[in-house]
Nanobody, 115 residues
Framework: QVQLVESGGGLVQPGGSLRLSCAASGFSFSSYVMRWYRQAPGKERELVATFTGAGSMLKYADSVKGRFTISRDNAKNTVYLQMNSLKPEDTAVYYC????????WGQGTQVTVSS
C-alpha cells in the first residue's frame, strides 16, 4: 500500500521557520522524483520545490528561492522541506508528491504564517 504522510505543519509567526517531512512507503522511493506543492485558499495548486532521484537536481519556485530548501533521505524514504523567513503569503496546505511510473500524493499539512 502506497503512503505519503506529511508532518511538521503548524502556526508560525512571520520570519519564523518550519520543517515539513514526508514519509513514503509502498514504492521505490529512491527512483522517484519528489516534489512539494502548496495550495492556498482560492488559488491553484503551486509547485514549490523538486528533488529528482537520479542526478539530484533541485528546483524551486521563484517565490521561495533562497528561503526554502528541499532535501531527501533515501535510506529513510523521507523528503523534507525546510522553510525559513516565512511570510503570510506562504500560508497554504502543503502536499508531498512522488512522480515516477505512477504518481502519488500525500494528504497535506497546513502551514499558517500569521502574527
Amino acid at each position: 500500500q502506497v503512503q505519503l504522510v506529511e508532518s511538521g505543519g503548524g502556526l508560525v509567526q512571520p520570519g519564523g521557520s518550519l520543517r515539513l517531512s514526508c514519509a513514503a512507503s509502498g514504492f521505490s522511493f529512491s527512483s522517484y522524483v519528489m516534489r512539494w506543492y502548496r495550495q492556498a485558499p482560492g488559488k491553484e495548486r503551486e509547485l514549490v520545490a523538486t528533488f529528482t532521484g537520479a542526478g539530484s537536481m533541485l528546483k524551486y519556485a521563484d517565490s521561495v528561492k533562497g528561503r526554502f530548501t528541499i532535501s531527501r533521505d533515501n535510506a529513510k524514504n523521507t523528503v523534507y522541506l525546510q522553510m525559513n523567513s516565512l511570510k503570510p503569503e506562504d500560508t497554504a496546505v502543503y502536499y508531498c508528491n512522488a512522480l515516477g511510473p505512477l504518481e502519488y500524493w500525500g494528504q497535506g499539512t497546513q502551514v499558517t504564517v500569521s502574527s
